[in-house]
Every structure is written in structure tokens, then in C-alpha cells.
């Protein structure tokens, strides 16, 4: 499973719309009130909706849709979807949406997952121990992978490429497969049992790789370079005490946490700057950012909303004494956002402006979103729904609740803020709401995604339909 440090948005550093898949990911799924089922659905998944049998809004895409993680994909384009069925025919398809027309890429599995490459063109899928590649508009031969433990689409310097760690006989390997070569060949990047990697470990350049392997009886970072034939090189700093993020993971340096320190380390020599002696927890969100012509890194210390030249002599800066416990940053990289105090905060990333958004007692994460153009940020607490302006400069409005469903507001392509409520005013369960007075659009919803620049939607009900929603 790739797992974040924090969002990457240097120019060095990992592009969210070139997010890594393991074998059970689904990063494209954006709602869902309970832990995914991984049962497969009943063969009579037909078109009534749970409203007195009245039929589900919106154009029906495909039934028996799987309910396990990864079962549903968009592409980057908003032009495609691809999903995996669990009852009638057992398969993988993939869509254009402007004609619904399925192509049929291959016989599916209840594990199986699907996910597009950032250019939208080729979609990886299968089970975790048979994953393979195809470019469905085009008509290509699908490309065997096979039995992959992680998997991630790169932009490359020389083009896009497919990392990943797979089975290989009694041990693993990591390799790089190019979409010049139509993801045929396999170049072997390490060969070992004892290879450990999320695939999260990607510089902003998209040309290096780190993981860990066993050496000598210890475990070592190496870095590869993604789509040269060279060697892995070795790195002087023990990832049992040195944990580095994909956050500032460049070709030559990282930021890496040690000792509740925080540090930014040349990965020749293990030596660099360090960004703050103690107070730091490796887990904790953390960001990259440039201005002008510094780079700084912005993270919590001791809960201290705080700031460092990524590679500068300065000291580090505190912007807020908080006791924070969670830190967000707005799409325009001009906010930072924080919980602190029982209360939702925020200050520009020049540390002024410090403002109160809104109360937010009893929670040390933050259930909510950020508007696409930094403005507001909708937030969930205690089943209640309210929006709030990012810089507080007035106060939050409710929108829905009781029975707003956690985790599941979120703003669609066009910048709509959607969501889930357990049970609407005509006692449709599951019901997908938007607009001001709140409305229903759909019900009976288990899962949706968002179509980037649009305002339509796909969602999954309960009994399997997959639906556009326009």
C-alpha cells in the first residue's frame, strides 16, 4: 500500500495525479461509510432503486460492479472508466463515458482492480498474482505483469513507465516495464528476496527509486534509476533508525526522519541539514514548498505549526504555537490548515494571518475538504456538515445533519461539494446530496468518484449498478 509522509507539491517532489496502486488500492474512490465487502454481488443486481421501486438516477454503466477496493478507476482525463464485475460475466471492461460502449479486457477475479496510467491511455488490472497492461482504445495485446505485491505508473524523463515489486519464482524483484514497448519487457531494476518497497519512494524528477533490501545481515536503503541500465546505488543511512518520505524525495537528497528529528540528508554521504532536532513524528503530514527562491518545509513540531529552509542555515521558524494535531495545505499553497485547541485553524504559509475558521471539538484528525479554489473548506463532526472560509473571515454555515456520513464530502469536477447522508427526508437510505437547499441526486449510494472537470458523477450502488450521473 503506498503510503504518504505527506502531500508532495515541490517542484521535486511526487505529483498527486501520479499516485501508486498496490494490489487492493483504490485511490479513485472517494466515498464509502463502511469497510469495503469483499463478497461478491448476487446475480439479480437489477435497475429498481430502494425509493418504492422507482428506477436509480442516471445512466446505467454495468451491474454485478465488485464492492472490494480498486474495482472502480476514472481516468485522469475524465474520458474513461474501467471496473471489475463480480457476478454475470466475471470480467474487467473499461468505458469511454461519452458512449458507455464496455470493452472487454479480460476475465476478472474477486480481488481483481483496475487503474489508469496519468495519461489516461493504459489501464493496468487483474488480481493481485495475474496483473497485466492494455491500451483499450488503441486495441493492443494485453502485456502479462504477473504476480505484483505494488505497482505505480511514472512519468518518467524518457517516458512513461510501470514500476513495480512482484513475485518471482521464491523471490521478489523490482522492475520497470515502458509504455514505449507497449509494457512487454521486464527491465530487472533489483533481484532479491528481502526487497521491501511501496513504490512511494519516487523523486519529483520521476527518474530514482529508493527501497530497502537485506545486506550483509542488515537492511540498507538503495536507490535505482528508473529507466537507465545502471546499477543500484547504496546509501551510507540505516532505514532501521533513518525513515525517509516521498515529501522532498529528490535524485540526490530527501527528507528523512530520525530520532524524532527531522532532516534533509545527501544520500552519497547521509550527511545534510537538519531541519529540527526533536518534537517531530514521522507519521505526521508535512509539506514542500517553493517561494520564490526558497524551498521550504512546513511540519509540526511538538505541535508547533513550524517552517525550515529545506537546505538553508536559518533556524526553524514557528508560525503557531498550537498544540496542533493535524495540518493540512490549501490548493493554492497559500493557507496552512490545522486542528488545535478543539478548534479548526489557519495561517498564510508567510506565518501571518493567523485565524479561527471554526469549533471542532473531539477530533485530532480532520474529517474534511478543501475547496478547489482555496476558499472554503467543508468539514464533517459528529454527523453534522458545515462549510467554513479557509482565512475565517466568517463564520461556518451548516449545511446538512444528523446523519451526514463521515468521509464521505468532497468537492466534484466542476468544484460542486457533494456528499452521503444515511437516510434523506423521503427515507432513502445512503442518499448522495448537493446544492443549497441540500437535494438528493441519487440513493442507495455504497461508493462514488468524482470526473475531473465535470460535474457529473459515478457512483456504485449498494446492489452493484454502476452509474453516471450527469
Known amino acids: 500500500m503506498l503510503i504518504a509522509v505527506g502531500l508532495s507539491v515541490g517542484c521535486d517532489d511526487g505529483d498527486p495525479a501520479d499516485a501508486g496502486m498496490d494490489a487492493g488500492a483504490d485511490a479513485g474512490r472517494i466515498d464509502s461509510g463502511v469497510p469495503d465487502a469483499g463478497a461478491p454481488f448476487p446475480d439479480d443486481a437489477g435497475d429498481a432503486g430502494t425509493d418504492g421501486g422507482a428506477p436509480q438516477p442516471g445512466q446505467l454503466i454495468?451491474?454485478?460492479?465488485?464492492?472490494?477496493?480498486?474495482?472502480?478507476?476514472?481516468?485522469p482525463d475524465g474520458a474513461r472508466v474501467a471496473y471489475a464485475t463480480c457476478s454475470g460475466d466475471v470480467a474487467i471492461f473499461a468505458s469511454r463515458l461519452a458512449t458507455i460502449a464496455p470493452t472487454r479486457l479480460a476475465d476478472g477475479a474477486a480481488d481483481a482492480t483496475v487503474r489508469f496510467s496519468p495519461d489516461g491511455a493504459w489501464v493496468l488490472y487483474g488480481p493481485a498474482n495475474a496483473m497485466a497492461v492494455r491500451d483499450p482504445a488503441a486495441?493492443?495485446?494485453?502485456?502479462?505483469?504477473?504476480?505484483?505485491?505494488?505497482?505505480?505508473?511514472?512519468?518518467a524523463p524518457g517516458g512513461l513507465v510501470l514500476l513495480t515489486l512482484e513475485d518471482?519464482?521464491?523471490?521478489?524483484?523490482?522492475?520497470?516495464?515502458?509504455?514505449?514497448?507497449?509494457?512487454?519487457?521486464?527491465?530487472?531494476?533489483?533481484?532479491?528476496?528481502?526487497?521491501?518497497?511501496d513504490l512511494s519512494l519516487v523523486s519529483g524528477s520521476r527518474r530514482t527509486l529508493m527501497y530497502t533490501v537485506e545486506e550483509g545481515g542488515a537492511r540498507v536503503y538503495r536507490t535505482v534509476d528508473t529507466a537507465a541500465a545502471a546499477a543500484a546505488a547504496l546509501l551510507p543511512i540505516d532505514p532501521g533508525t533513518t525513515?525517509?518520505?516521498?515529501?522532498?524525495?529528490?535524485?540526490?537528497?530527501?527528507?528523512?526522519?530520525?530520532?524524532?528529528?527531522?532532516?534533509?540528508?545527501e544520500f552519497a554521504t547521509g550527511v545534510g541539514a537538519e531541519l529540527a532536532p526533536d518534537g517531530v513524528v514521522a507519521t505526521d503530514p508535512r509539506y514542500d514548498v517553493t517561494i520564490g527562491a526558497d524551498r521550504y518545509v512546513y511540519f509540526l513540531r511538538n505541535g508547533d505549526v513550524t517552517r525550515r529552509l529545506r537546505n538553508g542555515a536559518t533556524a526553524a521558524e514557528t508560525l503557531a504555537t498550537s498544540d496542533a494535531t493535524?495540518?493540512?495545505?490549501?490548493?493554492?499553497?497559500g493557507r496552512l490548515v490545522y486542528l488545535a485547541n478543539m478548534e479548526m485553524r489557519s495561517i498564510a504559509i508567510d506565518g501571518t494571518g493567523e485565524a479561527v475558521i471554526a469549533p471542532y471539538p473531539g477530533a485530532a484528525t480532520l474529517d474534511g475538504e478543501l475547496s478547489p479554489d482555496?476558499?472554503?473548506?467543508?468539514?464533517?463532526?459528529?454527523?453534522?456538515?458545515?462549510?467554513?472560509?479557509v482565512d475565517g473571515s466568517s463564520a461556518?454555515?451548516?449545511?446538512?445533519?444528523?446523519?451526514?456520513?463521515?468521509?464521505?464530502?468532497?468537492?466534484d469536477g466542476a468544484g460542486r461539494l457533494v456528499w452521503r447522508i444515511q437516510m434523506d427526508e423521503m427515507s432513502r437510505p445512503n442518499a448522495l446530496r448537493a446544492g443549497t437547499p441540500p437535494a438528493t441526486i441519487a440513493w442507495d449510494v455504497d461508493a462514488y468518484w468524482v470526473i475531473p472537470g465535470s460535474s457529473a458523477l459515478l457512483y456504485r450502488t449498494t446492489s452493484g449498478e454502476l452509474r453516471l450521473l450527469e
Not at 62 to 75: E, H, I, P, R, Y
Open 374 to 389: 482555496s476558499a472554503e473548506l467543508a468539514h464533517v463532526l459528529g454527523g453534522f456538515l458545515h462549510v467554513a472560509t
Open 139 to 155: 486495441g493492443a495485446a494485453e502485456a502479462t505483469i504477473g504476480a505484483v505485491r505494488a505497482a505505480r505508473f511514472v512519468d
Open 168 to 197: 518471482a519464482g521464491a523471490g521478489r524483484r523490482l522492475a520497470s516495464y515502458s509504455a514505449a514497448g507497449g509494457f512487454a519487457t521486464a527491465r530487472v531494476l533489483h533481484d532479491d528476496a528481502t526487497l521491501e518497497t
Open 396 to 411: 461556518a454555515r451548516p449545511v446538512e445533519g444528523p446523519g451526514v456520513v463521515a468521509g464521505s464530502a468532497h468537492y
Open 62 to 75: 454495468a451491474s454485478g460492479v465488485c464492492a472490494t477496493n480498486g474495482a472502480v478507476d476514472v481516468s
Open 243 to 265: 525513515v525517509f518520505g516521498p515529501v522532498g524525495m529528490g535524485d540526490t537528497h530527501g527528507i528523512a526522519a530520525s530520532g524524532g528529528g527531522l532532516s534533509f540528508l
Open 326 to 333: 493535524d495540518l493540512r495545505i490549501t490548493p493554492d499553497l
